[in-house]
Every structure is written in structure tokens, then in C-alpha cells.
């Protein structure tokens, strides 16, 4: 699994170096050859380095341990930031490559290349989430079946050609043979830079030599000469076919299914090749989700990003870092178009810093342990450390205007924050140090509760207040005399004999009295400290707390930054009633009936709105049964929804079949829909089994209409 990374590169590197060239013209495209064969031997020796820090780091020697170790703090920390930025570069190429795999043999649904990214970067997020970590059963069949896919495509790609019956590739209607640039050392060398996308993902194995039985170094050195093997193998054997195949690269069809449909003519093993090419490259994107959050948590643990990125998920995965991985990722796809090639020139700066300066690391541990084989792992290390440092500059030269400014940019600004936040994280340390520290003895408490009429939640956090002092004090502020004078009297029952202190407000302002009052309360000392309770009501349900004001997040807000206060919420839950039978069995009608009425409504907007935005009308119809009418109302639902949307909304209308790309997606919105209404359906049933009635054992207390639900 962790080879393929490195092995889902041949999907994109050769066509990346045609690309260049054909700016010259399709003349300058034998030019790929010579340059394939230099990629291949420098993909060898950085293998051959990378055999050296496994054997030297056995328990994993990403290029953050093995620079911070040798070289010095910074170089570790511009290894580490190169590395994330990497990451999520890995992410977002490699699910725009594999996107292109899949158009390629789609051509209808390249509109759609965002939203498809979006859809493997969401299901990604959440199969890591729920804790799909590194299984070597589970991802190596991906693996397998690509590399068996490319071995056909090879050998009959190249049985064809030594039988003489190969045609060239028709030229695309936007492709001129004729030059229109010069050839010149400037433009090959972009091109090279371009092809050396093939040596990413090669460092994997090295980070990840922990998950490798024992014993765990000869293994992951066997598996990386393995993969180099295959890797060298399928990169030239790619490059060689597509310069006899004569293909040319098109914005409609990648190179690779170029390949595939002048081999197979386009049958079913042609869309073998595709899917195991788009399989690869998904599986690629998920050794990012391995690899990131795994950085992120030790460079967190370092002190260099914020702790969260450090914490364990219910299912021990990294949710954090995974959380931002996929924004990170999302972000890219999204400003990029999802487009491969706008991607690449980005892609590679990082992986080379991180090799470069792993390979120098590497060179000065040699050269301090002096261990048996030294000499020969200072010439590898070294030659490596040196090639990849002139690959290091051709890239940033080369690419720079096209957009890895972006990421010389990134890296610098990255190593600041990083020195930001553990210059952050010293200075709170010194702080919270007992170190001739001197205790400030006893505090009298003063505990306010202020109130926005008189009900439950309030009467509750007063009996809470009255444990904490004998200091209490009730305030309300006056902004209605009838609502004071009714608090007034409802006070005396239900007061607890608590204090009720009355605010003026002469310009109506709630949250400023309060406020000014708690700055200056009666009889405080500079020595007291103030605890303020908050009256609060959670609501049953998610989307109800929007229907509720938020005035105790806003004096929770002013008063966060005030020394010696003390800010505490005594939250009041609304029960949540079970359904009853009757209840169930009118949302199981209506649920359908709505559904039918809906599609039925919405024939005027068939004409000028795709069906799959069509759906989201329906979509929240399910979700509203699911509220309110359990799970199995909101399946028939859906079902129900989906059935009306294809009957009315889609082509051909009034027959119940799936004919266009649009009517998957719909199909495929409205059965998502129908999971999130179970799951929310099954939520309802399991909290209301666990509170059936719920309430408060306080006797009911008269209406007052100026309460309201928190302070």
C-alpha cells in the first residue's frame, strides 16, 4: 500500500513531459525518450539513498526526524513544512488524476470534474475519520490490479509494435504539428521538471517502516527496491509506447487512456486500465491521510502546530489533522478547477526540499557514526543529496512563473508559524511554572446570576449558585416595568432567597448594565473573585438552536478577557418526546404523499433546472420526516422521492427509468439523503428510549411572557 504513491505517478509523468515539449511542436515529442531514461536513473539512485535511512532509521525516518536530528532544528522544521504542504498536494493531484481517469472514458461528465473531486475527497475524509488506517489485505488490491492492468498494457502495447502493427494517434483538432516555440535548454529542462513527478512518493516507505512485520528494515527494503523496480518499469514502458504510438496529449483524454484505446480498441480492457489507474490514484490521495495527520501529531507534540493536531480520535485516528488535510485539499480543487495539470507545477518544490534535505541529514549521520559501510552510504547519500538539489533549483526556475512561487512563498511563511507558535507555547509554559510562584491564600466568591425572567432554568442554577457561596445575587435588567413588576412577585416563591438586584436601562441595552454592575458590585474587594452562572436552555434538536438567542455567548465573550470572573453555564435540556404510534403512521402517509405532490409542482422548473438540483427540495423534505417521523418514514420517503423525481422531473418524462448522467446523481443525492434520515431517524429513537419524558420535578410555574431561554 504504501507503494502507491510512487506507482500512481506513471498515470501522469509522461504525459506532463509531452506537454511541455508540444509547445515546441509535435517534431520535439522523440524528446521524451531521452528524457524518461534520465528521470528512471535518477528515480534508482534516490531509491538506493532511501535504502541507507531505512537501515539507519528502522523506526521510521521521515525527512522531519532525519534533517532535525543531523542538520538542526530549522532544516527539520523547512523539511516538516514542506512535507504537509507535499501532503496536501498529494491529495488534491492525486484525486484530479484519477477525476481525469474517469472522464477520460466519460467524456460526458468532465463538467462535473469538481464535483466528482469533491465526492472521493468526502468519502476519503470519512472512511479515515471512521478509522481506515494503513491494511495491507484491504489497499493492496488496488495495487495489484494496477499493476496487473499495466503488465497487459505493456506487453501487448509492446507485442504490437514489434509486430509492426501500430498506427499512429490521429492528431486532436487543437493540436498543430507544426513549432510554435523554439527548442530551447530552457524548455527541456521544463519538461524534465515536469516528468519528475515520477519520483514522488518514493520517501513513503521510509516513513512507514513501523508498519512492516519483522524483521521491519529488511522488509521495507526489499518493498522499496520492489517498487522501483515496478515504478522504473511502468514509467519507461509508458514513455517508450506513447513515443511509438505517436501520442499526442489533449485536454479531452489523458495520455494513458490514449494508450489503453489504441491497445485494446477500447474494450472492456480498456476501461480495466482506466478504473485501476483511477483506483490507484484515490489510493494514492489516502497515504496522504496516513502520512499528514502522523506529522502534523509529531510536529504538534514538539510544540510547532497546535496540540489538537496531537489527539487521538474515538477510533484512534488523527481526526484533526484529517479535518484539515481535507480542507486544505478541498481548497485546492476547488481554486485549481480540479485540473491536473494546473496542479503538477505546484506538486513537486515541496518533495524535493524534503529530499534534499534528507539526503544531507543522511550524509552527516554517516559521517558522526562512522558505522560499518560508511563511506559507501556518505557517496550515495551525498550523489543523492546532490541530484535532487539540482532538480531542487531546475523546478523552482523552471516552474516558478507557472506557480511554484506559490510554494516558495509557502514553505518560509510555514517555518514562521511554526516558531510562532512554539515561541507561544514556551512563554505560556514559563507562565504556568511554579517555579517561585507564591499562593494567594483564600478568596471570597460572589456569585451573580443574571436572569431574563423566572422558569426552570433559572430556578436550577440557583439552586447550583448557592452551593458555590453565600454571596448570591439575582440581576435583571428593566427594560419592560410590567415584565419587572411580574418578576418582582414571582420572586418571593421561587427566589430561593437569593438577592434580585434591578438594572435600569435607560437605552433599552441588555448586556452593558450587566456588565457595568458586575465591575462594580456592592461590598467587592480587588481580592474577590466573581462567578458568574449563566441560565441555559439546550433545545431537543440540532437545528433548533437557531431559533434561540445567544445572549450568554455574548457575555461569555466580554467577559473571557476580564481577570479574576469566572464564567459557568448550567445548561437546562428540553425533553425529547418519543413518537407516538399515530404520529408515525401520519408522517408514513405523508411522507410519500408530499413527496408525489412535490414532483408534481415542480414540472414548471423542469425545463431550466437540472434534476439533480431538483433533489435538494426533496432532500429536505426526508430530512424533515426524519425529524419528526422516525426512520422508516423517512426511507419510504426517499424512496418515494426518488421515484417522483425520475417519474416527473426527468427525460423521458412519465416512465420510471434512469436515462441520463443527471439522473444518477440525482439517485445518488437522494440515497445519501435516505442514510443521513435513517441515521437521524435512529438518533431520535435511542434519545427518546433514554428520556422518554423528561421534565423537571418543580411544580409549573405561571407564565411570564418577558422570560426568556438563557440569560
Avoid at 496487473?148 to 487543437?174: E, I, Q
Avoid at 535548454?185 to 519483522?214: D, H, K, Q, W, Y
Avoid at 435538494?616 to 422516525?630: D, K, N, S
Wanted: one cysteine or more; a positive charge; proline letters at 5%.
Amino acid at each position: 500500500m504504501l507503494s502507491s504513491d510512487a506507482l500512481s505517478s506513471v498515470a501522469y509523468a509522461t504525459e506532463e513531459i509531452l506537454r511541455t515539449l508540444l509547445i515546441v511542436g509535435t517534431a520535439s515529442l522523440w524528446l521524451v525518450t531521452p528524457i524518461g531514461c534520465v528521470i528512471a536513473g535518477l528515480m534508482l539512485i534516490i531509491g538506493f539513498s532511501y535504502r541507507q535511512t531505512i537501515k539507519a532509521y528502522p523506526h521510521g525516518g521521515g525527512a522531519y526526524k532525519v534533517a532535525g536530528e543531523n542538520l538542526g532544528v530549522l532544516p527539520g522544521l523547512v523539511a516538516a513544512a514542506a512535507l504537509l504542504l507535499d501532503y496536501v498536494l498529494t491529495v488534491a493531484v492525486s484525486i484530479a488524476a484519477g477525476v481525469a481517469a474517469i472522464t477520460s472514458a466519460f467524456p460526458e461528465w468532465r463538467g462535473d470534474r469538481i464535483a466528482l473531486s469533491l465526492g472521493f475527497l468526502v468519502v476519503l475524509t470519512l472512511g479515515n475519520l471512521r478509522g481506515i488506517r494503513e491494511s495491507g489485505r484491504l489497499f493492496s488490491v488496488p495495487t495489484y490490479v494496477f499493476l496487473g492492468a499495466m503488465a497487459s498494457l505493456l506487453a501487448v502495447g509492446a507485442f504490437r509494435v514489434m509486430a509492426g502493427s501500430v498506427s499512429p494517434a490521429a492528431l486532436s483538432a487543437s493540436t498543430s504539428p507544426g513549432a510554435l516555440q523554439p527548442l530551447t535548454m530552457f524548455l527541456i529542462l521544463r519538461a524534465f521538471a515536469n516528468g519528475c513527478t515520477a519520483l514522488t512518493g518514493i520517501e513513503a516507505i521510509s516513513n512507514g517502516v513501523p508498519a512492516f512485520r519483522p524483521p521491519e528494515s529488511r522488509r521495507a527494503v526489499i518493498t522499496l527496491m520492489l517498487m522501483i523496480v515496478c515504478a522504473i518499469t511502468c514509467f519507461m514502458g509508458v514513455t517508450l509506447l506513447a513515443h511509438a504510438y505517436q501520442l499526442v496529449p489533449n485536454d479531452q483524454e489523458t495520455v494513458i487512456s490514449q494508450l489503453a484505446r489504441a491497445v485494446f480498441g477500447g474494450g472492456s480492457l480498456y476501461y480495466l486500465v482506466q478504473a485501476a489507474t483511477a483506483m490507484i490514484l484515490v489510493l494514492a490521495a489516502n497515504t496522504a491521510y496516513a502520512d499528514f495527520p502522523r506529522l502534523a501529531s509529531i510536529v504538534a507534540r514538539d510544540g510547532y502546530l497546535p496540540r489538537q493536531l496531537a489527539n487521538l480520535g474515538d477510533r484512534l485516528a488523527f481526526s484533526n489533522g484529517i479535518l484539515a488535510l481535507s480542507a486544505l485539499a478541498a481548497v485546492l480543487l476547488i481554486g485549481f478547477g480540479g485540473d491536473t495539470h494546473r496542479l503538477i507545477p505546484l506538486y513537486m518544490l515541496g518533495v524535493f526540499v524534503s529530499f534534499t534535505l534528507s539526503q544531507s541529514g543522511m550524509v552527516m549521520h554517516s559521517l558522526r557514526e562512522r558505522a560499518s559501510g560508511w563511506r559507501a552510504s556518505v557517496l550515495i547519500n551525498g550523489l543523492g543529496a546532490a541530484l535532487t538539489a539540482i532538480v531542487l533549483v531546475v523546478v523552482s526556475v523552471t516552474k516558478f512563473g507557472e506557480g511554484a512561487w506559490i510554494i516558495v512563498a509557502l514553505v518560509p511563511l510555514t517555518v514562521f508559524v511554526f516558531k510562532s507558535i512554539h515561541r507561544h507555547y514556551r512563554r505560556v509554559a514559563r507562565q504556568l511554572s511554579l517555579r517561585d510562584a507564591v499562593s494567594p491564600g483564600a478568596r471570597r466568591n460572589v456569585v451573580i446570576v443574571p436572569i431574563a425572567g423566572v422558569h426552570r432554568a433559572v430556578v436550577q442554577a440557583l439552586d447550583y449558585a448557592r452551593t458555590l457561596s453565600s454571596d448570591v445575587r439575582a440581576v435583571y435588567v428593566d427594560v419592560d416595568p410590567e415584565a419587572t413588576a411580574e418578576i418582582r412577585a414571582l420572586w418571593t416563591e421561587w427566589g430561593r432567597g437569593v438577592r434580585l438586584e434591578i438594572l435600569a436601562s435607560p437605552l433599552g441595552s441588555v448586556t452593558q448594565p450587566l456588565l457595568d454592575y458586575i465591575e462594580t458590585a456592592d461590598g467587592r474587594r480587588a481580592t474577590d473573585r466573581i462567578t458568574v452562572i449563566l441560565p441555559e436552555l439546550v433545545p431537543a434538536e440540532w437545528w433548533q438552536h437557531l431559533l434561540h438567542n445567544k445572549r450568554a455567548l455574548l457575555i461569555k465573550g466580554a467577559l473571557l478577557f476580564r481577570r479574576n470572573i469566572v464564567v459557568t453555564s448550567v445548561p437546562y435540556h428540553e425533553s425529547r418526546l418519543p413518537v407516538r404510534d399515530n404520529e408515525s403512521l401520519f408522517y408514513f402517509a405523508l411522507g410519500p404523499l408530499a413527496a408525489i405532490m412535490l414532483g408534481f409542482g415542480l414540472i414548471p422548473a423542469r425545463d431550466v433546472v437540472m434534476a439533480s438540483n431538483l433533489t435538494f427540495p426533496f432532500i429536505i423534505l426526508t430530512i424533515v420526516i426524519a425529524e419528526y417521523g422516525g426512520r422508516r418514514a423517512a426511507v419510504v420517503t426517499a424512496l418515494v422521492s426518488a421515484l417522483s423525481l425520475d417519474f416527473f422531473l426527468t427525460k423521458p418524462y412519465l416512465h420510471l427509468t434512469i436515462h441520463e448522467k443527471h439522473d444518477v446523481t440525482a439517485f445518488l443525492g437522494l440515497a445519501a439523503c435516505g442514510l443521513v434520515a435513517a441515521a437521524l431517524g435512529s438518533r431520535r429513537a435511542r434519545i427518546a428510549s433514554r428520556n422518554p419524558r423528561g421534565g423537571a420535578t418543580l411544580r409549573p410555574l405561571p407564565r411570564v411572557e418577558t422570560g426568556h431561554e438563557d440569560a
